[in-house]
């Protein structure tokens, strides 16, 4: 997905203090531990409600994620992720023609209820009656397959904050991270009670979506990159 930083925070302001040059928030970076020291060191300032989120989010002119009452910013990504997520959406779409199904691409929240988390997915898929036709909703909170398209930048995020919040949904069953650099395609497929199975696909291998029954080769997610 796109870069997500900590210096990007966005964090309620005591009442009547404006957002000056006076206000420091920091510039953390991203990985896995400097996020988490981010987070402690804002420990002491007041954080946002989740209506609160929604309101700003709302009125925003970019997106935020928002994890533990905090708002992160959701910069732009690479000419290469764009395309690929492009692909991932255009295979599904096709793979699941007639089914009560919707492929959701960037701009469309996961809410996960038990973390108090909004994340924006590059690619996610929901399938029930009541997804036949696509509504007004801004958020989903069932999907059955949710898509990450790596970046250096949150790369740590994808892979550990995200596959533990996603892996509490009970509706999802496969959680799917490509990668930029190179042809490979990683799975994290739920396997029932047992637990999730972890499955890597490269190039020439052909990447089948139990959660939707439908096979992708990996080449074509890669169609029109750069990527060999």
Request: charge should be negative; include cysteine; glycine fraction near 10%.
């Amino acid at each position: 997905m796109g870069g997500r930083g900590c210096g990007d925070l966005v964090l309620p302001l005591p009442l009547g203090e404006g957002r000056g040059e006076g206000n420091d928030h920091g510039a953390c970076g991203v990985d896995w531990q400097e996020r988490h020291a981010c987070h402690d060191r804002f420990a002491q300032r007041a954080l946002l409600s989740e209506a609160d989120y929604l309101a700003r989010e709302e009125e925003s002119r970019i997106r935020h994620e928002f994890v533990n009452g905090e708002m992160y910013a959701m910069s732009g990504g690479t000419q290469r992720h764009n395309r690929i997520a492009g692909n991932v959406y255009v295979a599904l779409s096709q793979g699941m023609r007639g089914k009560p199904c919707q492929v959701f691409v960037n701009d469309v929240k996961l809410n996960v209820a038990r973390d108090e988390a909004y994340y924006y997915p590059d690619v996610m898929v929901v399938c029930g009656e009541s997804y036949r036709v696509a509504g007004d909703a801004k958020s989903v909170t069932d999907p059955v397959l949710v898509v990450e398209v790596l970046s250096p930048s949150t790369e740590n995020i994808d892979r550990r904050e995200k596959l533990a919040s996603y892996r509490r949904l009970h509706s999802l069953v496969e959680y799917v991270l490509i990668s930029q650099d190179k042809q490979q395609v990683e799975i994290y497929r739920r396997q029932g009670d047992i637990g999730w199975f972890y499955l890597s696909f490269e190039a020439n291998d052909e990447v089948t979506l139990s959660s939707l029954a439908i096979t992708v080769p990996v080449q074509d997610l890669y169609a029109g990159t750069d990527v060999a």
